[in-house]
Nanobody
Framework: QLQLVESGGGLVQPGGSLRLSCEFS????????IGWFRQAPGKQQQGISC????????YYHDSVKGRFTISRDNVKSTVWLQMNNLEPEDTAVYYC?????????????????????RGRGTQVTVSS
């Protein structure tokens, strides 16, 4: 199980950008799927993107394809989510989550909100 710490949230205008960071620690010997899900008020949790710390393969929810980019640096033990062209609908608390890599990310990552490890979350607000 990993320990996760998010940073990088904030307030941004529509069309703006933010980069979220997730520092992970705790199990250097194994590969994980690490990613982000979000929770907006009154809405269900939504898995949006994740990446394998093994081969770097990625997953994106349709709602963020072309706007968000996930990347990782295993030496720095960090996963980043670059969010561009933000919309008011992207306003939510964003959580970093991790699960042991027991399958390919395309299979695992739709279930991000159920991953074994998660951080405390960081607020992203998109508003003019």
């Amino acid at each position: 199980q990993l320990q996760l710490v998010e940073s990088g949230g904030g307030l941004v205008q529509p069309g703006g950008s933010l980069r979220l960071s997730c520092e992970f620690s705790g199990d250097p010997a194994n590969y994980y799927a690490i990613g982000w899900f979000r929770q907006a008020p009154g809405k269900q949790q939504q898995g949006i993107s994740c990446i394998s710390t093994g081969d770097g393969s990625t997953y994106y929810h349709d709602s963020v394809k072309g706007r968000f980019t996930i990347s990782r640096d295993n030496v720095k033990s960090t996963v980043w989510l670059q969010m561009n062209n933000l919309e008011p609908e992207d306003t939510a608390v964003y959580y970093c989550a991790a699960e042991a890599l027991t399958s390919i990310v395309r299979v695992l990552c739709p279930f991000l909100p159920d991953f074994q490890s998660r951080g405390r979350g960081t607020q992203v607000t998109v508003s003019s």
